[in-house]
C-alpha cells in the first residue's frame, strides 16, 4: 500500500494510463542495480530515486577526479578526490527519503558479479568498458534478470535491453572488445542515454508500454536523429546461445 504522502508526491506518473496505484506499488517493492557511477549511473540513479524505486544498488570502485565533472552531474567541485559512491550516496540519500540507496565501492570483475548482481529486478550497465558490460550481461542471463544496455561516444549515444534467454543479448550484438582508449563524451550524452535507461527499467518494473529489445537504439546529437538498428538473437551466441 501506499501512503498518502507517496500517492500525493507521485501523482504525476501514477495518473499515466496503464500506470496507476499498482503501478507505483510494484515500483515501491521493486529493486534496481546500476553498475558505475557516473556520465550514465548517475542520470538513471536521479530518476530512479525520484520515480520512487524501492531499492537502488549503486556499484562503483572510482575516486571523483576534475575531468569527471562535465558529465558526471552528481560529483561536484567539494567532492574531488572523494569516493563515488560517497559523493552519489550522499546526494542521492537527500533526494527521497522512501529509496533505499546502498552505495558499494568494489571493482566489478569475474569473482564478485554474480552476487553483486543477485536479487534485483533490473540491471543497468552504465560501464565504460566492454569487458565489465560482457560480465554484467553474462551475470544477468544467470540470473534471468532484465537488463538494460547503454553506451556512449562523443555525441552518440546507444541502448538496448535484454530479456535474458528471449531477446538478442549484448554477445549476440557485440563481438571482441574494442581497445581501451580515452574517449570523447559530451555530457549531455550520458544524460540523455541514463534517462532512456532509467524509463526502460520504469516500464519493465511497471509493465507498461514496449520495451527496447531486438533493437539497438543510436542517438547521434551531431545530427539531431534517432535511429534503431534491428537485430536478433544469435543461436552461437557464447553467452545465450545455449541458455
Ligand atoms: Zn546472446
Partial sequence: ????????????????????????????????????????GLPAA?????????????IDHDKVELSNLNRQILHWDKD???????SA?????QMNGNVTIEMVGETIDESNVVKLTDGFNVIIDAMDNMETRFLLNKAAIKHSTLFVHGAVYGLEGRAMTIIPGKT????????GLPPKEKFPVLGTTPGLIGMIQATEAIKIITGIGELLTNRLLIYDGLKMKFSEVQVKRDSGCKFCGSF
Fill in 89 to 93: 550516496g550522499e546526494k542521492l540519500s
Fill in 80 to 86: 574531488l578526490g572523494q569516493k563515488k559512491v560517497e
Fill in 168 to 175: 538478442a543479448c549484448l554477445g549476440c550484438v557485440y563481438r
Fill in 1 to 40: 500500500m501506499l501512503t498518502a504522502d507517496e500517492t500525493q508526491r507521485y501523482d504525476r506518473q501514477i495518473i499515466i494510463n496503464g500506470f496507476g496505484e499498482a503501478g507505483q506499488e510494484k515500483l515501491k517493492r521493486a529493486s534496481v542495480v546500476i553498475a558505475g557511477s557516473g556520465g550514465l
Fill in 46 to 58: 536521479v530518476y530512479l530515486v525520484a520515480a520512487g524505486v524501492g531499492k537502488l544498488r549503486i
